[in-house]
T-cell receptor, first 111, second 117 residues
Framework: KQEVTQIPAALSVPEGENLVLNCSFTDSAIYNLQWFRQDPGKGLTSLLLIQSSQREQTSGRLNASLDKSSGRSTLYIAASQPGDSATYLCAVSRGTYKYIFGTGTRLKVLA | DTEVTQTPKHLVMGMTNKKSLKCEQHMGHRAMYWYKQKAKKPPELMFVYSYEKLSINESVPSRFSPECPNSSLLNLHLHALQPEDSALYLC????????????????FGPGTRLTVL
C-alpha cells in the first residue's frame, strides 16, 4: 500500500529565506507526482506536476525534483514571501485517476 | 479559463434532509472527481467520472450519490447524512491520461463546507 509522508509537518520561517519541503513515498512505481498548495478552508491549487520520466520542474520561484528510486520529491521555494503561507501537499499517482495525497506541510512565512 | 466552480460554498443540513452539491467546469475536461477533506487531513478520493461514466467508487456509503449529467457538470446528492460526514467537499477535473494509467494535472474548485447537525 502506497504511503506518502511529508516532513516537516509545520514550518515557520522569516521572509526571504529559501526553503525545502520534503515528500516521501513508499512505492516507487508511480506515474507522476503533483505539488499543490491549499489556503485555509479553500480548494487546492496545482503548482507543479512531474512525470515519472522527469527529474525536475520549475515555475517561477518554485522548483520540484523527483527521485523515484529513493521515493522522494522536494519542493524548493526561493526567497519566500508572506503570501507563500499555506499548506503544501504532494500527491503521487499510481493508478488511473488516483492520487494519494501526503500528510501536508503547513508553512508560515513571517514578515 | 482554468476555473472549477462549486455551489453552495456552505451548507448546513439535518440528518433527515436531502441536498445536492454542484460542480461545473468549462475546460473541456472529461474526468471529474469528488473528494472529502476533514480538518487538517489530506483529501480523500470518493468518486471519479470519466467520459460521464462512473469510473471509481472508493467504497463510499450509499447516502452519497454522484451524478454526471453532462461533460461540464458533476453533482453529489446527499441523503440521511451523519454528523461525521461534516467536511469540506472538493470537486476537481482533469483530462483523462494519455496512454495507460496515470493522472493528469487536476484542477480543484474552492469546495463546499458541509455541516451535518
Amino acid at each position: 500500500k502506497q504511503e506518502v509522508t511529508q516532513i516537516p509537518a509545520a514550518l515557520s520561517v522569516p521572509e526571504g529565506e529559501n526553503l525545502v519541503l520534503n515528500c516521501s513515498f513508499t512505492d516507487s512505481a508511480i506515474y507522476n507526482l503533483q505539488w499543490f498548495r491549499q489556503d485555509p478552508g479553500k480548494g487546492l491549487t496545482s503548482l507543479l506536476l512531474i512525470q515519472s520520466s522527469q527529474r525536475e520542474q520549475t515555475s517561477g520561484r518554485l522548483n520540484a525534483s523527483l527521485d523515484k528510486s529513493s521515493g522522494r520529491s522536494t519542493l524548493y521555494i526561493a526567497a519566500s514571501q508572506p503570501g507563500d503561507s499555506a499548506t503544501y501537499l504532494c500527491a503521487v499517482s499510481r493508478g488511473t485517476y488516483k492520487y494519494i495525497f501526503g500528510t501536508g506541510t503547513r508553512l508560515k512565512v513571517l514578515a | 479559463d482554468t476555473e472549477v466552480t462549486q455551489t453552495p460554498k456552505h451548507l448546513v443540513m439535518g440528518m433527515t434532509n436531502k441536498k445536492s452539491l454542484k460542480c461545473e467546469q468549462h475546460m473541456g475536461h472529461r474526468a471529474m472527481y469528488w473528494y472529502k477533506q476533514k480538518a487538517k487531513k489530506p483529501p480523500e478520493l470518493m468518486f471519479v467520472y470519466s467520459y460521464e461514466k462512473l469510473s471509481i467508487n472508493e467504497s463510499v456509503p450509499s447516502r452519497f450519490s454522484p451524478e454526471c449529467p453532462n461533460s461540464s457538470l458533476l453533482n453529489l446528492h446527499l441523503h440521511a447524512l451523519q454528523p461525521e460526514d461534516s467536511a469540506l467537499y472538493l470537486c476537481a477535473s482533469s483530462q483523462p491520461p494519455l496512454g495507460q494509467g496515470g493522472t493528469d494535472t487536476q484542477y480543484f474548485g474552492p469546495g463546499t463546507r458541509l455541516t451535518v447537525l
